[in-house]
């Protein structure tokens, strides 16, 4: 089974950084498309970085010029940069990587959650 471990939340005070890692294991593929997800207690699910298959990326304006994702295809690796943070960026981060197996087979995956906490 592929499966994504996120690491690198944590509490930062307003104004610092984080670097999100989610990593993924589990078969030989190539990195499709990557999404970050926020979840806050109170508020919708909330999609804060994309990727497409080019490398293009998209972000909402609540994090534009903050926020930044990347890949790293040799070590199966996908990021979200965060600079700026907020007290409102506060939630569970959640990386989601859509990945081509070899054989053209399609994995979803999702990440197990990390928490980032901003305080004022």
């Known amino acids: 089974q592929v499966q994504l471990v996120e690491s690198g939340g944590g509490l930062v005070q307003a104004g610092g950084s984080l670097r999100l890692s989610c990593a993924a294991s589990?078969?030989?593929?190539?990195?499709?498309?990557v999404g970050w997800f926020r979840h806050a207690p109170g508020k919708e699910r909330e999609l804060v970085a994309r990727?497409?298959?080019?490398?293009?990326?998209n972000y909402p304006d609540s994090v534009k010029g903050r926020f930044t994702v990347s890949r790293d295809n040799f070590k199966n690796t996908v990021y979200l940069q965060m600079n700026g943070l907020k007290p409102e960026d506060t939630a569970v981060y959640y990386c989601?990587?859509?990945?081509?197996?070899?054989?053209?087979?399609?994995?979803?995956?999702w990440g197990q959650g990390t928490q980032v906490t901003v305080s004022s």
């Open positions: 589990g078969g030989i593929f190539s990195i499709e498309t």
């Open positions: 989601n990587v859509l990945l081509r197996m070899t054989w053209g087979h399609l994995s979803d995956s």
């Open positions: 990727m497409d298959s080019d490398g293009r990326t």
